[in-house]
Structures are given as C-alpha cells and as structure tokens.
C-alpha cells in the first residue's frame, strides 16, 4: 500500500479494503471493466475520493475510489490488451511468426476460453482489420486443431477451450457429441468428427463404440427428427467404410429405412437436410424403394429446389436413367406442371445433357410458372429475376423457334400479368432485335395474316374476356386451394380429391392456354356496311329450297353462334358453305341428315345489334 493509500485510510475517507484494491491500480496500470471495456489508469485525486481511467474514447472518465476498487479488473502489462494499447507493431510481427503462441496467450489471458468474436475484438483494430483477422483466424485454427491443446467448438457461437494436456482432436469431437444434450448439438459435433477420421484411424475400439451410440441415437430420434438421424446416419456409415473390422449393429436402422418411413413426405424431408447432404441421401433411394425409385425421385424433383434438382439429375445420370428424367421433364414443360425451381436449374444449365427442352416451349412453361406463383401468392421473384437479369437467355429461348412461335411468345408475353408494362416492353424489345418482324405485332403497323385472325362480334369478344378473368381470378386460384388442402390428406397415392384437383388444374391449363391463344387473334367488329353483293360477315341470307320453303341466316363473327335464333358463325359449316355466295346461285347446306339444295334469294346487312348483345350474354358462346 502506497504512503497515500494509507494517509487515506487513517483519515478515514477510505476503507482498508478499497484502499488494498486500488493498490493495483496506481496510475499507468492497467484494468478492465465489464462494460467499458479495456482501461489504463491516468491519475488519482484521493483526497477528493476520486481516480480517473482512460476508457477508450473516454479519457480520464472520473470514478469514485471506493467504487473503482470494486468494479475495475487490474490486468497486467503483458496481458494481451495491455500489449495491444501499448504495442501493436510486436503482436503483427508475433501473428506472422508464432500464430499458434499467440493464440494460447489470448485464450489463457481471457480465462481460457474466448469464441471467435470475443478473439476478433481482442486484436481488431490495432492488430488487423476485418478482413486481416479472418485470414489469419483460418490459418491458425488448422494449426490449433493440430496441435491438440485446444477443443475446437462444433458451432461459431461457442468458445475455443485452452487444454492443459494435448488431446486427439477428433476424440475431443467425440466427447462433445456424448455431451450434448440437443440433436443439432450432436450432429455439429459428428460433423467435424468426420473432418477428424484421419485422426482417429488407430481408435477402432473407439469408434466402434461411437458408431454403435450413434446408431441408438438415431433410432430412438427417427420418429419425430428423421432428418437428423439420417445426418447421424451418414456419419456411421463413413465410419464403417474407414474400418473393415467395423459393422453395422443387427438391428441397426439405415438411410434406407428412414426414407422409406418417410416416403409420403419427402420433399419436407429433404427440405430439413442440410443441401450438402441431399447427394449422400439420394444415393440410398434405389435401395429404399426398389423399382419405384425413379417415381420417388421425379416426384421429388417436381417439388424440389433448384440444388436439389441438381443432384437429382446427377442421380439418374449416374443410374443410366438420363432419358427417364428428360421424358418427365418434356412433359411437364407439355402440361405446364413444371415448377419454378426446376425451371431455374434448365436454364442456369442451358438444358445440359437436356438441350432439346431448352426452346420456346420451355418459355411458354416459363410464363405459366410465373403465372402459378403469382396466383398462388408465392413470395418468390426467382425465376422471374433470371428472365429479367440474363439477358441472352430469352433470346436463346427462342433462338430456333419458327415465325409461328415467336409470334405466339410475343402475344403471351403481351397477355401475361406477370410483369408491368415497361418490363414487358424491355423483353419485347429483346424478341425483336432478334426477330425485327415482331415489331408490328407492338406498333400495329402491319396486319396480322389473314389466317391467324379471328373476326368477332365486340359483345362476344368482352364476354371471352370476361370469361377469361373469371378463369385466371377465380378458377384457377380455387383450384390451387384445392390443392393444397387435399395434399395434406395423406398418401397422395390413395388420395382421389388430390388426383382430381391435379386432373382439374390441367383441365384449366388447357382452357388458359386456348383462351389466350384465340384472345390474341381476335378483331373485334360491329359488322358495319358489310359487303352485300355477297355473302360475307355481318349479312343476312334469306335462302329458298325447291319445295319453296324459306330459311334466313345471319352470318356474324367467330364466337357468334346460336342455331335456335338462326345465328351463325362463319366458321360453322354453314357459314362456310354461304360465304362467297351471290343471289341466285344454288348451294348445298349440310344438316342432320345429309345436304339440303337451297338457292339464294335476298342479301341484307345485320342491324340488330340488341338482339346479339342480349343473346352473349344470355347463352354461353359455343366455339364453331
């Protein structure tokens, strides 16, 4: 105790016991405080009952003496926070030189155990920044998992140990695997006792008993944690494959088994598997399922993400089954069943060994995913971003299509909600730097050809669309609950609702599709000043047979087809037999029972544009 200290205490404006705690904090030691950190004492003022600390930023912050004693750690001049306040430029040269010395001193300064950000903040940022620290904090954990001295923790967030004796690196894995106490402790632990089987080769009798505690393990968290028994599993079986002499126990369960537990839920399974596992797993499909494999697999694959899908093909590649899969694969593109993820790994991969799907179709898929996403309000823009951000891969898309078919991505392209107008603009000016003839199905400079058109009353074309929001609104998003609530029924192999919605969801695919497709090729009319000299849209045939019996027609648009009122589509057999025809001549209409000769009395133009109004939509339109 220093003359002053004493002075104070015979005084009385310190105790005896404050007075021996600030004997080791005299001005230019050092000390710590739990929440201020690292601090050097700068000067006392005992006679005012004061000391003052420099705290980082907080230089000379006043404490009161007695509370000082309490609550500040002296450390001493060679402690690792002491040598970086005081010199920096020796704890560099040591890092380069004695990485692993140095490591020992900050785990053994900070009470033996340190995690890997309360060692950053120990040298960052006099000894290196950021970026210097995890450099350095990489190379010298391999030289620590060598050595032996130090445990090194399954999970970032627990702390490296200092060992007073060396142990084998991998036997301490072990040990933490048997003392964990939650199921994703232990499969950290078994992981890096994998990293470490090269240090466990002479320790047969070791893992023997470790493969044997992992298979009770296992087996007893099957049922309610599947997926990590089989990480846990796995980590067995790389155990047996090291060691002839070692063998799995009687009634040891498989990676097999558990699959097949799982089989009606699979695609959740996989789902709780760590993605650099789905390789291993997938292997034991074959051996799980027999013949049925391939089925399990592509169901998967239909469900699956993009990673997955990846090795789900690298599976059937490696089976001989490549043309199993591309023939699933060309016919869910077909149905439009195919899912998001899956797309994105075709095109990341530019179809791979599946180039022949890699076409406009494969876009026209594209669209309809999108599509299914939105309605079903999936919160995902992945599929949609690679289409936007790659910008050679619509072009390739379409690369080999015929005029027909660009035509055709050009009008979905146009119809799809799925992107706003100044997106559907830029993807549209792609297709036509390719295909600059496009260029008149966005400007309408040039007419469509006259076979790709299709001539419609404007009342019949409103209702078609209304039709068609009612389908994309209603139908189809009623469908997809449909879906989703017959999936959770059970085995989807003997689930009927499930079948029929699936059955259903194609039904109105195949509708969307066709709508779209006659949507697009559409011009709408109100049949004024039609051509009367002969029959043509929009006129009114008065027609005579040879026992003097009369019948009219009106000759309207595609969609405008109603017998009961005389009203005819001109793509109906009768309109098509009139079209052409003047007054007079003798024509040949085909009915119920074979054709009837009439001749043509009278031709008119169409005026009753209330009575076709009333009857659209009165009558669902029949298409000719």
């Known amino acids: 105790m220093t003359d002053e200290l004493a002075q104070a205490v015979e005084s009385g404006s310190l105790d005896k016991k404050s007075a021996d705690a600030l004997a080791r904090l005299t001005p230019g030691s050092f000390c710590q405080h739990k929440s201020w950190g690292f601090g050097c004492v700068a000067e006392w003022n005992l006679i005012a009952g004061q000391i003052f600390i420099d705290f980082g ?126 199921t994703k402790d232990q499969v950290a632990a078994l992981d890096q006792v994998t990293k470490a089987l090269g240090d466990l080769a002479d320790e047969v009798e070791e893992l023997k008993a470790l493969a044997s505690q992992i298979e009770e393990t296992a087996q007893k968290g099957r049922r309610l944690q599947s997926a990590a028994a089989v990480e846990m599993l796995l980590v067995r079986d790389e155990i047996l494959s090291r060691h002839s002499a070692l063998t799995p126990g009687p009634d040891a369960p498989t990676v097999a088994d558990i699959l097949l537990s799982e089989e009606s839920r699979l695609s959740a399974f996989f789902t709780s598997l760590p993605a650099s596992k789905h390789r291993k797993v997938l292997e034991s499909f074959e051996k799980a399922f027999g013949d049925r494999w391939t089925d399990k697999a592509l169901k998967l694959a239909q469900e699956a993400n993009s990673r997955l899908a990846i090795e789900i093909s690298k599976l059937f590649e490696r089976s001989g089954q490549s043309e199993v899969l591309r023939a699933a694969l060309a016919r869910w593109i077909s149905e439009r069943s195919i899912t998001s993820e899956t797309l994105i790994w075709l095109c990341k991969e530019r179809g791979a060994g599946f180039s022949g799907l890699f076409n406009a179709e494969l876009l026209a898929a594209v669209f309809s995913a999108l599509e299914f996403d939105m309605l ?33 991505t050009m009008r979905k392209l146009l119809l799809t909600p799925v992107f706003d107008d100044l997106t559907k603009r830029s993807l549209m000016a792609r297709i036509v730097k390719l295909y600059p003839e496009t260029q008149s199905l966005i400007t309408g400079d040039a007419p469509e050809e006259k076979s790709e058109s299709l001539t419609v009353s404007w009342v019949s074309l409103e209702k078609r669309k209304a039709d068609y929001e009612h389908l994309i609104q209603v139908e189809i998003p009623k469908n997809l609950r449909d879906i989703n609530i017959t999936k959770e029924e059970g085995d989807l192999r003997e689930n009927f609702g499930y079948k029929a919605a699936k059955e259903q969801q194609r039904v109105l695919e195949r509708r969307k599709i066709e709508a779209e497709r ?14 009367t000299s002969q029959v043509s849209i929009g006129t009114v045939v008065t027609l005579v047979s ?25 793509k109906a057999a009768i309109g098509q037999a009139l079209l052409g025809r003047k007054p007079g001549e ?39």
């Open 57 to 182: 930023s907080r230089k000379k912050h006043p404490m009161q003496a007695a509370y000082a004693g309490e609550t500040l750690t002296p450390i001493s001049g060679d402690h690792i926070l002491a040598r970086k306040a005081t010199d920096p430029e020796t704890l560099r040269q040591q890092a380069k030189n004695q990485p692993l010395e140095l490591a020992r001193k900050i785990l053994l300064d900070l009470g033996g155990r340190a995690t890997v950000d309360q060692v950053a903040a120990t040298l960052q940022p006099e000894v290196f920044d950021a970026a210097g620290f995890k450099k350095w904090w990489d190379s010298v954990k391999k030289k620590m998992k060598a050595d032996g001295h130090f445990q090194i923790p399954a999970k970032k967030s627990d702390p490296f140990v200092l060992l007073e004796v060396a142990v084998n690196p991998g036997r301490g894995f072990i040990t933490q695997f048997r003392e964990a106490r939650h």
């Open 518 to 531: 006659d949507l697009t090729k559409a011009r709408g009319t109100n049949f004024e000043n039609p051509d």
């Open 546 to 570: 040879d026992a003097g019996e009369r019948e009219t027609y009106k000759i309207l648009g595609a969609w405008d087809s109603f017998p009961d009122l005389h009203i005819v589509s001109y």
């Open 376 to 408: 079903s309000e999936r919160r995902t823009s992945r599929l949609r971003d690679l289409l936007m951000d790659d910008r050679n891969l619509l072009g390739e898309l379409i690369a080999e299509a015929d005029p027909a078919a660009v035509r055709d």
């Open 586 to 624: 003798r024509v040949e209409l085909p009915g119920d029972k074979g054709s009837r000769p009439f001749r043509i009395e009278s031709l008119t133009a169409f005026l009753d544009q209330d009575l076709l109004r009333v009857t659209v939509h009165a009558l669902a339109p029949e298409e000719a």
